[in-house]
């Protein structure tokens, strides 16, 4: 699950910390943001998208209303993948291209950018998704973190220690 689908206090449309993209580039972080084929956001991280965003199915935004109405039933919760909320697969990819994604920073993977054409790929290719996907949870488990004066591992997400 993404951090912003359990931490209220962090934006969705915030840019990647810069060297983790510089360590991944964007296609691994395009394939790492595919962890969001299993796991639920909280109605404020979504609400936004399905009342306001252009880039989102009517459809789909109606059917998300009804578990997150305009005001209200902040922690409501919705599946990140409404077709295989429990499995991992490629349905998350499918979901961007039919403009499904739940939470705004996934649906800018698939929104007319250089990410287009890797999303379209893992829509239709799931092995190479997973294969992607698993080479890009290495290279993140080989990264060193910050430490000392230099960063912190942050106890809660919305503060600094």
């Known amino acids: 699950m993404k951090a912003e689908s359990i931490c209220s206090g962090t934006s969705a449309d915030e840019p990647p910390n810069s060297p983790f993209v510089g360590a991944f580039a964007l296609d691994g972080v395009t394939a790492l943001s595919g962890g969001d084929t299993i ?34 039933r902040d922690a409501n919760l919705a599946p990140l993948d409404i077709q295989t909320p429990s499995r991992f697969d490629n349905d998350y990819y499918q979901n961007l291209v039919a403009r499904h994604g739940l939470l705004h920073s996934d649906q800018e993977l ?49 503060a600094i220690n």
């Open 39 to 72: 796991g639920q956001a909280r109605c404020t991280t979504f609400r936004t998208r399905i009342y306001n965003d252009t880039n989102i199915d009517a459809q789909f935004a109606t059917t998300r209303r009804a578990t997150c109405p305009s005001s209200g």
């Open 110 to 158: 698939f929104n007319g950018g250089s990410q287009d054409a890797l999303v379209r790929s893992y829509s239709t290719n799931g092995a190479a998704f997973t294969s992607d996907f698993a080479a890009a949870m290495v290279r993140m488990g080989n990264i060193s973190p910050l430490t000392g004066t230099n960063g912190e591992i942050r106890r809660n997400c919305r």
